[in-house]
């Protein structure tokens, strides 16, 4: 069975700080596939970032980063100078080829960044 | 590129009605897949299908059940709702096994 697992419930920070969201993951597949979705008020799931088992080659674009770590199975995403409009709920996910298409979600990480 | 579409986006039943919720993909995407989000059980599984066939599915009983048409549109209908059914209701497409790309998705408050 597949989980994921994203510990913050809730993380309240001033503009312009550094955020941090973990995310641990737990899978018997070798090949599988991790992604990071942001869920904004309206509801809708923005995608942000997929990487595969095979690439722990960490990234940023812009203001975020991530950075995968087989070793100790995290996903961890930050968000570099935080602003108000990265007020969300974040939801780490996996899938595998095992399990074809379906994403597992973690329970989600809401993020608000006041002025 | 049109992003994906879900009408209708608000629904309202009464329990034992039936509802059917649709999606219209991504142009060229042949996956779509649906999710049930609510506040104690989170984002759940429903099922995938591609090119027509169910080729996934979730842990979800038989009142939940889906279809997709040629044309990569998919359906997706509730029977004999309870009210635990009350939920917002995800569709996602996808080439095929890559990324999801999700839609805004339609609420369903069941009374």
């Known amino acids: 069975a597949q989980k994921v697992t994203q510990a913050q419930t809730e993380i309240s920070v001033v503009e312009k700080e550094d955020v941090t969201l973990d995310c641990v993951y737990e899978?018997?597949?070798?090949?599988?596939?991790l992604f990071w979705y942001k869920q904004p008020p309206s509801g809708e799931l923005v995608f942000l970032i997929r990487r595969n088992s095979f690439d722990e080659q960490n990234e940023i674009s812009g203001r975020y980063s991530w950075n995968f770590q087989k070793s100790t199975s995290s996903f961890n995403f930050t968000i570099t100078a935080s602003q108000v409009v990265d007020s969300a709920v974040y939801f780490c996910a996996l899938s595998s080829v095992a399990a074809g298409n379906k994403l597992t979600f973690g329970g989600g990480t809401r993020v608000l960044v006041k002025p | 590129k049109a992003g994906v579409t879900q009408t209708p986006r608000y629904l309202i039943k009464t329990r034992g009605q039936q509802v059917t919720l649709s999606c219209s993909p991504i142009?060229?995407?042949?996956?779509v897949s649906w999710y049930q989000q609510t506040p104690g059980q989170g984002l759940q599984f429903l099922f995938e299908?591609?090119?027509?066939?169910?080729?996934n599915k979730g842990n979800f009983p038989g009142r939940f059940s889906g279809r997709q048409f040629s044309n990569s549109r998919s359906e997706m209908n509730v029977s004999t709702l309870e009210l635990g059914d009350s939920a917002l209701y995800l569709c996602a497409s996808s080439p095929d096994r890559e990324e999801q790309y999700f839609g805004p998705g339609t609420r369903l408050t069941v009374t």
């Open positions: 299908y591609f090119s027509e066939t169910q080729r």
């Open positions: 899978t018997r597949d070798t090949t599988y596939y």
């Open positions: 142009s060229g995407h042949r996956s």
